[in-house]
């Protein structure tokens, strides 16, 4: 299994930055990517972002390209989500996920709260 814990969300100002970290553990070889995903209230879960875990390769969402930079630090394990220029629509229930192959996202954090005032 892996274990993700995501951390850095918080209240924002509209146009401010904010940088999530998630931290994986246990079987971290086994995984093939990671990803970002949000959910809003009332709404569906959205795809953010993802990171491919040995090339380090990254894709957006089509939305939040330019705004939003996936990275990672091979020798901590952790993934992040750094956010720029923040909106009020920004505002969501931020998740990280792993997967061991292509289709799959087996692993979820437990989510952290973004709030972004406008």
């Known amino acids: 299994q892996v274990q993700l814990v995501e951390s850095g969300g918080g209240l924002v100002q509209t146009g401010g930055s904010l940088r999530l970290s998630c931290a994986a553990s246990g079987r971290t070889l086994s995984i093939y990517h990671m990803g970002w995903f949000r959910q809003a209230p009332e709404k569906e879960r959205e795809f953010v972002g993802r990171?491919?875990?040995?090339?380090?390769?990254?894709y957006y969402a089509d939305s939040l390209k330019g705004r939003f930079t996936i990275s990672r630090d091979r020798a901590e394990n952790t993934v992040y989500l750094q956010m720029n220029s923040l909106k009020p629509e920004d505002t969501a229930v931020y998740y990280c996920?792993?997967?061991?192959?292509?289709?799959?996202?087996?692993?979820w954090g437990q989510g952290t709260q973004v709030t972004v005032s406008s």
């Open positions: 990171i491919m875990w040995r090339s380090s390769r990254t």
């Open positions: 996920a792993s997967g061991r192959d292509p289709d799959g996202w087996e692993y």
